[in-house]
C-alpha cells in the first residue's frame, strides 16, 4: 500500500535534515505502527505520503500512485487525522460532519449514510447536537477520526491520536481503530507510546532522527531485543529495551 524509498526532506533554515534518506514499506490492509519519539519525523513522513509536503529526493507511492505526479488520485482514497484538532469549535458536531461531507463532495445522496457511519464507529449518535468546543477532550478526537471516515478512506494515517485524553476515551479510540482496520482499511498509526503500538499493530517500524532504525512485526522486534542481551520477561517490556537501545545509540551516532 505503501512503498517510500530513499525519501529525504529538509526544512528550510535546518542543517540537519527533517527526514534521512527513509525506507518505509506497508502492506495493503496492516495496522502499522510508526513508533518514535517526538522530533523523530513521523509527522513529516506522514505529510509527504499524503501529499501536504513535497520530499526533496526519494520516491513515494501509494496503491501502485507515484508522488508528486498522482497526488490528487491518492488524496481520493486517504485520509490524514492530524494531531490537532482540525475542527470547527462553535459548529455542532453534526454541522461540522456535513460540512466537511460537502467539502469532500461527497454525493447529496450517500452523504447522511457516510456521516451516520462515521458517528456510529465513533461513538458519537447522541451528540450530533453538542458544540464542537464544549467537547472533553476524548469526545474531540473522536470527532476528528469521523471526520476522517467520511470519504471511506483505503488508508488511514492517524498522528499521536491518544494524546493528552482520559484513559477511557483512549481505550475506546483504540478498539475502533481495530474495528476500522478489521473492515478492510490500511491504517498508519504514529505514536510514542509503545503499549498502544504493541496492542494495535501487527508490524511496526522504529523511527529516530529521520531513519527507520528498524521495521518488523512485534514478535521479530522483541526476538531481536533477546539477541542485543535486552531480553525481560514481559513482551511491551522487551520491545521498551529495544526502542530505547535504538534511539539511545541513533543519538550517539548523531552526536559523535
Known sequence: MIDVRSV???YAGQTAPA???IDLHVRRGSLFGLL???GSGKTTLISIITGILRADSGAVSI?????PQDTRAIQRIC????QENAFYPTLTVGENLR???EVQ????NLLGERIDESLQITGLENATGIRANRLSGGMKRRLSIAIGLLNQPQLLLLDEPTVGIDPQSRQFLLEAIQKINAAGTTVLYCSHYLEEVEFLCDEIAIIDHGRVLRQGSVQSLVEESRDL???VPVRTAGLQELFFHLTRTELRDVVQ
Do not use: E, K, T
Open 36 to 38: 518514535g519519539p517526538n
Open 63 to 67: 496503491d501502485g500512485r507515484r508522488l
Open 8 to 10: 529525504v526532506h529538509r
Open 19 to 21: 527526514l534521512a534518506g
Open 79 to 82: 485520509s490524514l487525522v492530524p
Open 105 to 108: 463532495v461527497i454525493p447529496s
Open 229 to 231: 542481551a535486552l531480553s
Open 99 to 101: 460540512f466537511f461531507a
